[in-house]
């Protein structure tokens, strides 16, 4: 999978909040009537309002447990005109707040186009009302609320619903009603079920250690998954923007669709993964297609993973360049009729060390390329790791010299 994935409560079981331990002698007022009461300096519990500081608009609201503290920051001012409230320590909303001015400066993307209306079996969705063609932008998407992965684990459940409350109450009206219109599936307190409904798992810059959030971007968290897309999505750590591209050319009144997890999965694997992550049972065109559609799908699915890692396990001593070629022609049709091609750069890498191997400069050149631009196009983003593209460009240069 990518360097995001949405939040399924299966798939991060760490994001549930914890049961509480004990009952407080006494009820402060800032319980939540659903949620157990926080005990103000018991157990080193302690809740702070302090940290000041000129990037945000509010005072922090903190709770520190054990030497541990998770705070809301909130700005009213996000990518000038949205509100963000960050739920982590003070020294990691500092690292990430960073990253506004690069977030300020990014281009903006109209989502005049784009339309929520409702989805037969699926809610609503999101719908665009021009051809988008293939490649090109679709949102550039804000988010409202960037929570530590991390902290559920550290705080007790009410404490952290507290920190939420905390979040949601100081965004702007608009931006919270925004929110609070957003889906949800699993119960429990609203905005809790909205983060594990609609959050996807980001990997900030943070200057420590703890560089997995949850991050709510609105607009996407219209997106309904589907098990072959016409759309990708992929988190910015640079401008803490998540961006949506078109995977093809998409019609005007068509639904537009992501990927959830990993586009590669065989029907029982995607039925699994969704309901047990996501609670939800996938109704996309892949997963409500006949026996027969699904059936051969799922052969040529199983080919690709077993192609994958002949690709992947070949050695000194099994290279056989045809062999190969012939592989990777078998993944490359494949990919086509399942639409996996945002998977393929590693395949055209090894297939430019293949023809490079055997002096073929000019079709080495080619396949580096491709790989270079496949990963720039969906893989590789500003602020992401960059080890892949390094070593491609590096290939291509080495190939330049024609
Ligand atoms: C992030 S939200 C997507 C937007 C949502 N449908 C809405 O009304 O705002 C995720 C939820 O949408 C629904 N959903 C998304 N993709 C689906 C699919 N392929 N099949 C069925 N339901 C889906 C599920 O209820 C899921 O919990």
Redesign the pocket.
């Known amino acids: 999978m990518e360097s995001w994935s949405?939040i399924g409560k299966g798939a991060s079981a760490q994001l549930t909040l914890q049961p509480p331990h004990h009952q407080c002698a006494y009820a402060p007022q800032h319980i939540l009537s659903d949620q157990t009461p926080l005990c103000l300096n018991e157990d080193s519990t302690s809740i702070n309002q302090h940290f000041e500081h000129p990037t945000w608009s509010h005072r922090s609201f903190c709770i520190d447990k054990n030497g541990k503290e998770y705070c809301t920051h909130t700005t009213s001012h996000f990518r000038t005109n949205h509100g963000l409230s960050i739920i982590s320590t003070p020294a990691a909303a500092e690292a990430i707040s960073s990253a506004f001015p690069f977030t300020n400066s990014a281009q903006h993307v109209s989502e005049a186009h784009l339309v929520v209306r409702a989805i037969p079996?699926?809610?609503?969705?999101l719908t665009t009302s021009q051809r988008i063609p293939k490649g090109s932008p679709i949102l550039l998407d804000a988010p409202r609320i960037i929570a530590s992965a991390a902290f559920p684990a550290h705080v007790q459940h009410g404490q952290g619903a507290l920190l939420f409350k905390r979040a949601l109450e100081r965004l702007p009206d608009a931006d919270r009603q925004v929110v609070l219109s957003?889906?949800k599936?699993l119960g429990g307190s609203a905005i809790e079920d909205i983060m594990k409904?609609?959050a996807f798992a980001c990997q900030l810059h943070d200057g420590g250690a703890e560089d997995a959030y949850m991050c709510l971007f609105p607009s996407v968290?219209?997106?309904?998954?589907?098990c072959r897309p016409n759309a990708h999505a992929r988190f910015i750590p640079h401008t803490l923007l998540m961006e949506v591209k078109a995977l093809q050319d998409i019609p005007a009144g068509a639904e537009i669709s992501i990927s959830y997890g990993r586009v590669d999965l065989k029907f029982s694997e995607r039925q699994k993964l969704y309901k047990e992550g996501?609670?939800?049972?996938?109704?996309?065109a892949m997963c409500t297609a006949s026996d027969g559609v699904r059936k051969t799908s799922d052969t040529r699915r199983a080919r690709f993973a077993q192609l994958s890692k002949m690709l992947d396990s070949v050695t000194g001593e099994t290279y056989d360049a045809q062999q190969i070629v012939a592989w990777e022609q078998e993944v490359m049709e494949i990919s086509g009729q399942e639409g996996l091609d945002v998977l393929l750069a590693p395949d055209y890498e090894r297939l430019s060390y293949v023809y490079a191997g055997h002096g073929m400069r000019r079709d080495a050149k080619v396949w580096a390329e491709k790989a270079r631009d496949s990963l720039r196009e969906w893989k590789v983003v500003e602020g992401g790791p960059k080890l892949d593209l390094e070593r491609v460009e590096e290939l291509l240069e080495s190939l330049g010299g024609e």
């Open positions: 949405m079996g699926k809610g609503f969705g957003l889906d599936s409904t609609n968290a219209r997106i309904n998954h589907a996501w609670n939800f049972t996938c109704t996309c």
